[in-house]
């Protein structure tokens, strides 16, 4: 970053790029980091996902092509000559390029020091040659872009050539004595001393070397060493801090052999094979534990970390006295993180370093979040690279280590760690969803990556980016306002995820709004409706259609511009999605899983919903499907909307429902699964119906008598059977029924001769 004042460089730092720049003349050379610098300033005009990141030339020459437009439409001050020299990554050619960037965007002058001539610097003997000169100022990728031409490039050779023998024709004139064979320095020389002719020969004397035996053993001494080092590189303490913490470190036991004594306390010596020699109980035992297919395996697994776990404080003082410690803990498990997720060895293993990492906080949250980041984020960067099943679990043990204030740095050294902006930002998107609290640094900081990934090229990362504006919402609504124009740009997307997790947004938003209340607030309600509609009238996917089912019917009471859209919606369902996402229980919410291995949660809006629309809405489905029996799902559905009382203005339509369900109903009767709670159902039904509901009493006879059949032949369960005496018990307290039902009963008594209702007929 030399070269580069210091008014540019508190400016680029502020910009938080994705890609920190390291070296000027390399960074800027493919136009990337310039481009994102104007997307800062200029969102609409320089999309970032039109850019690609590579260093290949013809990458370089599209994203410079691309941007020299921009330059060109908005009078940015760069020609195309100080392009050029920055493709090829010339000496301090980005330096004018960002000091002209600098100055268009902040109208900001540049405070420049004159430096001295570097060649003034360099003692003659070290300046370039003409070959070296011209190597350096003509490279390769010239050769085949501006001088590809064979008479330009040996002009420019030629130039060249006559620069620099012009410099040194200039040296001759100011410096005319070094070139000269009786030069004033040549003789100034002191004339060499003459040697004798015999040189004296001395005798040469060896001293005994003392030798001091030593009481300490070779662990105590590296103890010493690494601490001494650690001290000496950091020049950080006093002499006595230097000797508290030595005496601390050297008093520390390893971590190793605390853990070989409790595996061996657990299992035994017999216990495990093989812990002789070199070779660390520990070891043998996480060895077992990867390999074995022993179902004992389990419990000697679950005793073995209970009991680490148990004793983690002794672990965590180690680590803080000796950081070394924890690498060790780290390099020993770490084949239990490359373990499948569902194994024994990756859940307890992940168990045990949340909790260390919790206990360590708790004592020194400096240490432990910088002991993870300089000795875990190494080891999970593979992981969280080829393994993206595993990232929330490896993410939420990484916030383990530190506290909310501290989460900014551990991203910033997981970027650096990673090394890839696209699993760096679907890892963002995890931790975001981590994140129990939001500073403000922290929240604009996952906004800045949301708005990011939604220029990426990938549609799951942009579904992931959009799940991340869901929570901003939730934390500043405000912040989201301005971001409309560019999610009204996603409305056409094309990808089901995107969709689905654009209508949870605008959910968001209309939850936090009213329209009614102010003329701004109207208007960007209208803009968030017009959005909504226009995805899901677009849209066919099914699954983007129970999204929208589940997130919008918690405000359709304070929008209701959405009813007539959302009862279409609705009626779109087939009865499987239908039956789905209504029958979902409160306490068991439904989650549905995209590529961006992003959860979408499915809340039944069962709840929310008119009774006396679902509840047609859900016959209609059946008859469409054409379905002989009702299924768990439907028997669920019925009993939440016959809770509540009907209104007397809706008596009709739901004995219409009942006449277009009555077979279904009844007939699950005979179902064992359905029979207790389809009692509950028809008893609601015909107690808020009254006589109304005695028009099905002869398709109730038919199901009896599907039900109790004479003995010897095939019969009902017992609780099927069970049931239906039970609902003819409950129907005869009824007395606006109680007559019609005891007609109909006794009309098929002679049906039941030998059975189980014969008894109770003859009652009647």
Request: aromatic letters at 8%; one cysteine or more.
């Amino acid at each position: 970053m030399s070269g580069l004042s210091r008014d540019i460089l508190k400016w680029i730092q502020s910009l938080d790029l994705s890609y920190s720049v390291k070296n000027v003349k390399r960074d800027f050379s493919n136009g990337f980091l310039v481009a994102e610098i104007f997307s800062r300033y200029f969102p609409h005009d320089v999309p970032m996902h039109s850019y690609d990141n590579g260093m290949s030339l013809q990458k370089k020459l599209a994203n410079w092509d691309l941007l020299q437009k921009f330059f060109m439409k908005k009078g940015v001050p760069i020609s195309r000559e100080m392009i050029d020299q920055v493709i090829h990554c010339k000496d301090n050619a980005s330096i004018p390029l960002l000091e002209t960037i600098y100055t268009c965007l902040t109208s900001k002058k540049v405070q420049n020091v004159k430096a001295k001539n570097e060649d003034e610097l360099i003692p003659p003997f070290a300046r370039a040659t003409a070959s070296s000169a011209i190597k350096e100022s003509i490279k390769d990728t010239e050769l085949v872009t501006t001088l590809q031409d064979e008479n330009t490039s040996k002009n420019r050779t030629a130039e060249l050539l006559n620069d620099h023998n012009k410099t040194l024709r200039n040296e001759r004139i100011l410096e005319p004595g070094r070139f000269t064979t009786t030069s004033p320095k040549k003789s100034q020389r002191v004339p060499p001393r003459p040697m004798p002719s015999e040189v004296p020969q001395g005798q040469i004397e060896f001293k005994e070397v003392q030798v001091r035996t030593i009481d300490r053993n070779v662990t105590q001494l590296r103890a010493s060493r690494d601490v001494n080092g650690t001290m000496n590189q950091s020049s950080i303490g006093d002499s006595k801090m230097s000797e508290e913490a030595e005496t601390k470190a050297l008093s520390v036991k390893p971590i190793t052999k605390q853990l070989n004594e409790i595996v061996k306390k657990c299992m035994g010596e017999g216990g495990v094979k093989g812990a002789e020699g070199s070779k660390d109980a520990i070891v043998v035992f996480l060895d077992m534990l990867l390999s074995s297919k022993d179902p004992n395996m389990e419990a000697a697994a679950s005793l073995v970390f209970d009991t680490i776990i148990s004793e983690c404080d002794e672990l965590v003082n180690a680590f803080l006295a000796s950081p070394k410690e924890f690498w060790r803990l780290f390099a020993l498990f770490n084949s239990v993180f490359f373990s499948p997720e569902n194994s024994l060895a990756f859940s307890h293993g992940l168990q045990l370093f949340c909790e260390i990492g919790q206990r360590m906080t708790a004592q020194d949250p400096f240490l432990a979040c910088g002991l993870f980041g300089d000795y875990g984020i190494p080891k999970i960067v593979p992981l969280l690279k080829t393994k993206p099943s595993k990232r929330r679990s490896l993410l939420s043990m990484m916030y383990c280590f530190c506290e909310t204030s501290m989460h900014l740095r551990m991203i910033k050294a997981l970027q650096d760690g990673l090394e890839d902006m696209t699993c760096f930002l679907q890892c963002v998107v995890v931790l975001m969803h981590l994140e129990t609290s939001f500073t403000d640094d922290l929240l604009d900081l996952y906004i800045y990556y949301a708005m990011t990934g939604l220029g990426q090229q990938s549609a799951s990362l942009r579904a992931a980016a959009l799940s991340m504006i869901v929570i901003v919402v939730e934390q500043q609504y405000p912040l989201v306002i301005p971001m409309l124009d560019k999610l009204e740009l996603l409305r056409d997307d094309g990808w089901w995820e995107v969709s689905a997790q654009l209508v949870r947004v605008c959910a968001a938003i209309l939850s936090m709004l009213r329209s009614g209340e102010t003329e701004e607030n109207g208007a960007i309600c209208g803009r968030v409706y017009n959005l909504t509609e226009s995805i899901l009238f677009s849209c066919r996917s099914p699954l983007v259609k129970k999204i929208a089912v589940s997130s919008l019917a918690p405000v359709l009471e304070e929008h209701a511009s959405l009813k007539d859209m959302y009862r279409d919606v609705l009626l779109s369902l087939n009865e499987r999605d239908f039956s789905a996402v209504m029958s979902t229980p409160k306490d068991q919410q439904q989650y549905m899983l995209g590529s961006s291995l992003q959860y979408m949660q499915a809340a039944s809006p069962l709840t929310l919903l008119p009774p006396l629309m679902v509840a047609q809405t859900l016959a209609m489905k059946i008859k469409e499907s054409e379905l002989e029996n009702l299924e768990p799902e439907h028997v669920y559905i019925l009993l939440s909307v016959l809770d509540a009382p009907f209104h007397e203005e809706e008596q009709d339509a739901w004995a219409k429902i009942l006449e277009d369900l009555e077979l279904h109903v009844y007939v699950a009767l005979a179902d064992e699964e359905l029979c207790t709670d389809i009692v509950t159902v028809i008893q609601k039904w015909v107690t808020s119906l009254g006589p109304r509901a005695s028009k099905t009493f002869t398709t109730l006879g038919k199901s009896l008598k599907l039900i109790f059949t004479p003995e010897g032949e095939s019969s009902s369960p017992a609780a099927c059977q069970d049931a239906a005496m039970n609902l003819l018990g409950l129907l005869r307290q009824e007395e606006s029924v109680k007559q019609e039902l005891d007609t109909v009963l006794k009309s098929i008594k002679s049906d039941f001769q030998g059975t189980n209702l014969e008894g109770y007929l003859d009652q009647l």
